[in-house]
């Protein structure tokens, strides 16, 4: 039963980490608070699914197709919005991805209504039983997906010029700025590389997940406490505060009370946050 409850904790966290990586990437780069990560992985589940119904491409296969239209879609979001939010005041900057959010969920509604959707006949299907512990092929999908994600962003973001670029603009924008980086662009790329990462994981979570206009939303806020307790700015943080929060999510609801794990991720957030402010791995 423990390494059954260890092995879905680590699925739910995966999802709540690729949520994570795309808030404090943004965070960490342009100082904004992504509030409509949640609607960019809506958005992108239903991309999957039509993609599904038109084409019969299973969501696996979805993902480089959805992962680049996500990264446009951010960038066009950028420039038409994000852009001019960052010559505002805070409060503005802080307030417009929440608008953006309700616009791109209630526009959903409008478009595809509230029916619960799922795509049946997937690629990977069955489970692997090892005795102590029955691993759902299903569930595998977005762990795999996850571990690639992070592994290709940390890769990106150190060996890459435009990943150092990103970097050093997220460090000292000025400095930045002195030296040749045109930080208007850094902030363009990183912008696209939240929604192409909120895309990935909408794709990987249709996997075992209904299709919902509301769906983002308490994967978001998860996604905000997973980056609190890893730490605002650090990619790997947001990972494995995702991953924390996975484990406390299925732990509490299973040994304790499905109507507890709520209560209990906000306490450990509450914990973690008085004793360092700025999360395990803030800088």
Do not use: H
């Not at 390494?3 to 980490?17: H, K, N």
């Not at 509230?114 to 595998?140: A, E, M, R």
């Not at 996997?207 to 406490?225: D, E, H, R, S, W």
């Amino acid at each position: 039963m423990f390494v059954q409850v260890l092995f879905e904790g680590l699925v739910m966290g995966a999802i709540y980490a690729l949520i994570a990586m795309g808030i404090a990437l943004v965070w960490g780069v342009m100082n904004i608070l992504s509030f409509s990560q949640g609607e960019f992985m809506m958005i992108s589940m239903y991309l999957a699914f039509y993609l599904n119904q038109s084409l019969k491409l299973d969501p696996l296969l979805s993902i480089p197709i959805v992962a680049v239209v996500m990264f446009f879609f951010g960038v066009m979001i950028y420039l038409l919005l994000i852009k001019k939010a960052l010559k505002g005041p805070l409060l503005s900057q802080r307030l417009v991805t929440f608008s953006l959010g309700l616009v791109l969920t209630n526009g959903m509604l409008m478009l595809a209504g509230g029916q619960y959707k799922n795509i049946p006949n997937l690629l990977v299907q069955g489970s692997i039983d090892l005795g102590v512990l029955t691993i759902s092929k299903q569930k595998l999908v977005p762990l795999v997906i996850c571990i690639v994600v992070t592994t290709l962003l940390f890769w990106f973001m150190k060996k890459t010029t435009l990943g150092n670029a990103i970097s050093a603009t997220a460090q000292d924008k000025m400095a930045a700025e002195l030296i040749g980086i045109n930080t208007n662009r850094a902030y363009m790329i990183a912008f696209g590389l939240s929604a192409s990462i909120a895309g990935i994981a909408g794709c990987a979570l249709t996997y075992f997940y209904y299709i919902n206009p509301t769906v983002g939303a308490p994967f978001l806020i998860f996604g905000f406490i997973a980056v609190c307790i890893g730490g605002f700015g650090s990619i790997i943080g947001a990972f494995l505060g995702g991953l924390l929060m996975g484990f406390i999510d299925l732990f509490t609801g299973t040994y304790l009370s499905v109507s507890y794990k709520y209560l209990a991720i906000c306490m450990l957030f509450i914990i973690i946050v008085s004793w360092k402010p700025k999360g395990l791995f803030g800088r």
